[in-house]
């Protein structure tokens, strides 16, 4: 069965400061990953995607993702944090098969301090 | 353009009390997701439609909720005799394609934040 592991629940920066976001999945296959960010009070913002290829990932607002199969993460980072930054992340694995639903972490929530 | 929309943005039930909630996709998507959210959690699923077809609703948590799409487009999420337990942000996603690709990003609305009492 499909399960993501964020084990960070709050994390903390400066403004300026680099961030990674952790991510740990669980897939028998080869997974399909994202990573959300979600403010309050709005929808779930795709920030980037896996499915194949390279592993390094661009995505928007200047953030990034690596893909690592053999130690199974997918972290999340930024380096320079703005205070526009400041929200919940979700990562999330896709499942292969059935309704391609969305399986989430936990979540990180990340505070930005000037 | 406009977005996935979901209404109301919040709803207060009495414990035994039925719950409506609607989800007005992004116009064209065939595909609409329900996820529910519980203070802390990520949002985890419970049904999936392509068109009017539900065609998964796994992870509905009991019989007395109640998903459909007749027309292929508006979704209602319907709870029954709702409990404490169900409180949480109910979540609806679309996205374009059928389904069976995974390069069709799902667009997220904002939700409805269900309160049982």
Known sequence: AQSVTQPDIHITVSEGASLELRCNYSYGATPY?????????????????????????????G??????????SFNLRKPSVHWSDAAEYFCAVGARTGANNLFFGTGTRLTVIP | G?????????????????????????????SLFWYQQALGQGPEFLTYFQNEAQLDKSGLPSDRFFAERPEGSVSTLKIQRTQQEDSAVYLCASSLGQGATWHDEQYFGPGTRLTVT
Request: aromatic letters at 12%.
């Open chain 1, 33 to 61: 990953l994202f990573w959300y960010v979600q403010s309050p009070g709005q929808g779930l913002q795709l920030l980037l995607k896996y499915f194949s290829g390279d592993t390094l990932v661009q995505g928007i607002k």
């Open chain 2, 2 to 30: 406009a977005g996935v929309s979901q209404s109301p943005r919040y709803k207060v039930a009495k414990r035994g009390q039925d719950v409506a909630l609607r989800c007005d996709p992004i116009s064209g998507h065939v």
């Open chain 1, 63 to 72: 953030f990034e993702a690596e893909f690592k199969r053999s130690q199974s």
